[in-house]
């Protein structure tokens, strides 16, 4: 059973900077490629970023390329998200997700087969 667990949510000010983490228990991190997305009261969950499971390719969504990176460190079975230049069209409960398609980068939800509880994500003006 794979087990992921979120943390690094929190209110921030517009323009500030939070870096989310992602621990992975239950199964090497390796196996995986891995996701992160987002959902806003009353809206669906979207897609944030996404990693192969070696770290060789990312992907993200036009809302935040430039301003959010996805990384991982397999040895270390966490995920990162680091996201700077924060608006508030950016608060939401972030969630990551593993994939066993390791080497495809999978933007739709239904494809990921595990997921953590969530962590909150506030942005302030």
């Known amino acids: 059973q794979v087990q992921l667990v979120e943390s690094g949510g929190e209110s921030v000010q517009v323009g500030g900077s939070l870096r989310l983490s992602c621990a992975v228990s239950?199964?090497?991190?390796?196996?995986?490629?891995m996701g992160w997305f987002r959902q806003a009261p009353g809206k669906e969950r979207d897609f944030v970023a996404a990693?192969?499971?070696?770290?060789?390719?990312?992907r993200y969504a036009d809302s935040v390329k430039g301003r959010f990176t996805i990384s991982r460190d397999n040895a270390k079975n966490t995920v990162w998200l680091q996201m700077n230049s924060l608006k508030p069209e950016d608060t939401a409960v972030y969630y990551c997700?593993?994939?066993?398609?390791?080497?495809?980068?999978?933007?739709?939800?239904?494809?990921?087969?595990?997921w953590g509880q969530g962590t909150q994500v506030t942005v302030s003006s």
């Open positions: 239950g199964r090497t991190l390796s196996d995986y490629a």
């Open positions: 990693i192969t499971y070696n770290g060789a390719i990312t």
């Open positions: 997700a593993a994939d066993r398609s390791r080497y495809f980068i999978s933007t739709t939800p239904n494809e990921y087969d595990y």
